[in-house]
């Protein structure tokens, strides 16, 4: 999937904590790395901030089966780019992968389709800050911009961007966006 989906990629394999370290220290830095939860010797709790530090600017997406929320909102938190789940469909996967290269941030946690919000519930659930963060993400405003706007730093914004993607069952911020406007959000 990777080849046809990013043409002319070079690809390195790990298969473990130590590869994956030693193919870092080695060459250019990697565009992306996609990196399982359940990575021989790779803690994804403890280990994640570490390799987020040693990679600033890479993007860095969580593929795995693992669908506990507290790991995935670890790995989040720690500076992930988005989760995707194995359970996806190929086409789905492929789009946020693309989403994640374009700037977005990702959760794709289900099979069968890109999820869409939970009308029902989603909304509700959503605190006043994650309300106001969903509102500029409607307006197309970026992390800083939003930062800047409600006095917070970007992490900060990034950990409640995460929150209302996973409140909402929503694939990226796109896709937040369309249906916040589609709510009436401006």
């Known amino acids: 999937m990777m080849r046809n989906l990013f043409a002319g990629a070079e690809i390195v394999e790990a298969g473990d904590r130590a590869g994956l370290t030693r193919s870092i220290g080695e060459g250019d830095t990697p ?25 600033p600017v890479t993007p860095i997406v969580a593929v795995s089966m693992v669908h506990d929320n507290r790991m995935i909102d670890a790995v989040m938190e720690a500076g992930a780019n988005g989760f995707v789940s194995k ?5 789905d996967m492929a ?24 009308q029902k519930d989603g909304l509700g659930s959503l605190t006043n800050r994650q309300l106001d963060v969903l509102r500029f993400m409607a307006q197309g405003l ?17 950990i409640h961007v995460s929150a209302v993607l996973r ?20």
């Not at 790395?33 to 709790?45: N, Q, T």
């Not at 789009?95 to 939970?118: C, F, I, Q």
Request: glycine share 8%; proline share 5%; aromatic share 6%.
């Open 87 to 91: 359970t996806a469909r190929p086409d």
């Open 167 to 186: 409140t909402l069952s929503l694939p990226s911020r796109a896709a937040a966006a369309s249906f916040a406007a589609s709510r009436g959000f401006s």
């Open 95 to 118: 789009a946020a992968l693309n989403a994640v290269m374009d700037g977005e941030t990702v959760v794709l946690r289900a099979s069968g389709g890109v999820p869409v919000g939970n």
């Open 31 to 55: 565009d992306l790395i996609l990196l399982d939860l359940l990575f021989p010797g790779f803690d994804a709790v403890r280990d994640f901030a570490g390799l987020r530090r040693s990679l």
């Open 142 to 158: 970026s992390n800083k911009e939003i930062a800047r706007e409600l006095e917070i730093s970007p992490y900060t914004v990034r």
